[in-house]
């Protein structure tokens, strides 16, 4: 293995630790630590640790790195720059996609509606049933993306992701967030199909408004800053 696909493969390895919260915001870490956990020697450990620190996922002071904790204010601030250019971008979708586009759009949408509706005692498969709705979520948002031609504006939007995303699980847990979140997406999606630009951007808007408001109300139970 080259030194540059062990650098990748440690960075994909902390962030999913992160992401998933197996690594808990606030918490130390050392490239001694990585290095043993995961196997991979310190050098690309380091790299992948200057790489998440980029990301904004670690945060280093006088040589001591941890688990960047991200603040109340902060979220809400990524969700305002959110609301302004993923509603945009939905705009432009509805005006730049394809029928063929459209109609993959509409196929993941029955996808997630399928999804939204099931419902388990078992923890374990209620666990698969949420990750497997956040990966059609994903899809659905990437067709968006590639339909509205705008390769610049995705990366701005996946690297501000990054920042929210360790709260998602807990905010999809909450009772309901699912088919209300399928509802929001459905009416996103409706507007775009039927070539509706300014109501799909003001769809998704509110969508990430109401998904904004939720993550506030997480991070408070949980006693994360203010700001």
């Given at each position: 293995m080259t030194k540059k696909k062990s650098s990748e493969k440690a960075y994909?390895?902390?962030?999913?630790l992160i992401l998933s919260l197996k690594m808990s915001p606030g918490e130390s870490v050392t490239e001694h630590s990585?290095?043993?956990?995961?196997g991979i020697g310190r050098t690309p450990v380091r790299e992948?640790?200057?790489?998440?620190?980029?990301?904004?996922?670690?945060?280093?002071?006088k040589g001591r790195k941890t688990v960047y904790l991200t603040t109340i204010d902060e979220v809400k601030e990524i969700f305002d720059i959110k609301s302004a250019l993923e509603g945009?971008?939905?705009?432009?979708?509805?005006e730049r996609g394809?029928?063929?586009?459209?109609?993959?759009?509409a196929k993941i949408m029955d996808q997630m509606k399928v999804l939204a509706k099931k419902r388990s005692e078992n923890e374990e498969q209620r666990?698969?049933?949420?990750?497997?709705?956040?990966?059609?979520?994903?899809?659905?948002h990437?067709?968006?993306?590639?339909?509205?031609?705008?390769?610049?504006?995705?990366?701005?939007?996946?690297?501000?992701?990054?920042?929210?995303?360790?709260?998602?699980?807990?905010?999809?847990?909450?009772?309901g967030r699912v088919l209300r979140?399928?509802?929001?997406?459905?009416?996103?999606?409706?507007?775009?199909?039927?070539?509706?630009?300014?109501?799909?951007?003001?769809?998704?808007?509110?969508?990430l408004a109401t998904m904004k408001v939720e993550i506030e109300n997480v991070m408070r139970l949980f006693n994360y800053p203010q700001s």
């Amino acid at each position: 293995m080259t030194k540059k696909k062990s650098s990748e493969k440690a960075y994909e390895k902390i962030r999913d630790l992160i992401l998933s919260l197996k690594m808990s915001p606030g918490e130390s870490v050392t490239e001694h630590s990585l290095s043993e956990m995961l196997g991979i020697g310190r050098t690309p450990v380091r790299e992948a640790l200057a790489k998440l620190e980029l990301d904004g996922l670690i945060y280093s002071d006088k040589g001591r790195k941890t688990v960047y904790l991200t603040t109340i204010d902060e979220v809400k601030e990524i969700f305002d720059i959110k609301s302004a250019l993923e509603g945009a971008i939905t705009g432009w979708a509805t005006e730049r996609g394809s029928q063929e586009d459209k109609k993959e759009l509409a196929k993941i949408m029955d996808q997630m509606k399928v999804l939204a509706k099931k419902r388990s005692e078992n923890e374990e498969q209620r666990q698969k049933n949420l990750e497997d709705w956040i990966t059609t979520d994903h899809a659905l948002h990437n067709v968006i993306f590639r339909m509205a031609g705008s390769a610049r504006s995705q990366k701005i939007i996946e690297n501000l992701n990054i920042q929210w995303h360790r709260t998602r699980i807990s905010v999809y847990a909450i009772e309901g967030r699912v088919l209300r979140s399928c509802k929001e997406h459905e009416q996103v999606v409706k507007y775009i199909i039927e070539g509706e630009a300014e109501k799909a951007e003001m769809a998704m808007r509110k969508h990430l408004a109401t998904m904004k408001v939720e993550i506030e109300n997480v991070m408070r139970l949980f006693n994360y800053p203010q700001s």
